[in-house]
């Protein structure tokens, strides 16, 4: 179902200024049983204690089929790959107290500095633990990784990169660009992006988000070396309000 009346007008939200990752923990192949049986106090811990993440959920690989849900005792190719994490930095230890890290349903852990240019996540369902990853409203992500020699493609094609964003708000829920860390650059280096890190909503299939994607300028600049897509359902979404 097309959810353009949960996404805000597209904005800068100036909360975003904190220090902010994009966490893709992968799971365990075959670990789907770690993932059902750990659910409820997975959930109950994201809800009672984690107040550092600002949203999460699962995500997987979308090849039009229905997924396989965490409570279902079925499986199958669209079982989730892992978690998506939107937390704050200085808060990334905090996650080995997650039952799911506890239970090692994990095999590895990719973190990404990340700052969001445009949208917001105030219209979104809030506080919706519990929630199933049903598909409901269709979210993707996307992760869009530069080429070697981007960087000055990327800054020369920014403004109509956020202006295509913004005026495709029915489409793009928030995003912005990742950020090298202190241990991938030079200790005296200016942080510099590596990336893209985008949520949509609204497209059936990741055939149709791919679609969408062609009219981005940074692929028209060729800024990419590879884009990946994934199916995400969003199962806690905290108010920028509520972020401490």
Not at 4 to 13: E, G, K
Not at 102 to 112: G, S, T
Request: aromatic content about 8%; some cysteine; glycine content about 6%.
């Amino acid at each position: 179902m097309f959810i353009a009346s949960t996404v805000r007008r597209l904005r800068v939200c100036s909360k975003w200024s904190m220090s902010t990752a994009a966490v893709f923990a992968w799971d365990r192949p075959g670990a789907l049983l770690v993932r059902r049986s750990n659910r409820a106090a997975h959930l109950q811990w994201v809800q009672q204690e984690a107040a550092a993440i600002v949203c999460g959920g699962p995500f997987w690989r979308d090849d039009g089929s229905t997924p396989s849900l965490p409570s279902s005792s079925s499986s199958s190719s669209s079982s989730p790959l892992g978690s998506f994490l939107i937390v704050q930095s200085d808060a990334l230890e905090f996650l080995q107290q997650d039952p799911y890290v506890q239970a090692n349903l994990f095999q590895k852990r990719n973190v990404h500095p990340w700052r969001p240019a445009v949208g917001s996540l105030d219209r979104m369902p809030s506080d919706t633990v519990g929630v199933q990853p049903e598909r409901r409203g269709q979210y993707h992500l996307v992760l869009g990784l530069d080429r070697p020699d981007a960087l000055p493609r990327r800054l020369k094609a920014r403004a109509a990169h956020l202006a295509w964003l913004q005026a495709s708000d029915s489409t793009c829920v928030i995003g912005g660009a990742i950020w090298r860390t202190p241990t991938e650059a030079p200790a005296d280096a200016q942080p510099v992006p590596y990336g893209s890190l985008l949520l949509v909503c609204g497209h059936a299939t990741e055939a149709d988000v791919r679609v969408w994607l062609r009219q981005d300028p940074y692929a028209h600049a060729n800024v990419f070396a590879a884009v990946e897509v994934f199916a995400f359902q969003p199962v806690i979404v905290r108010p920028v309000d509520q972020m401490r």
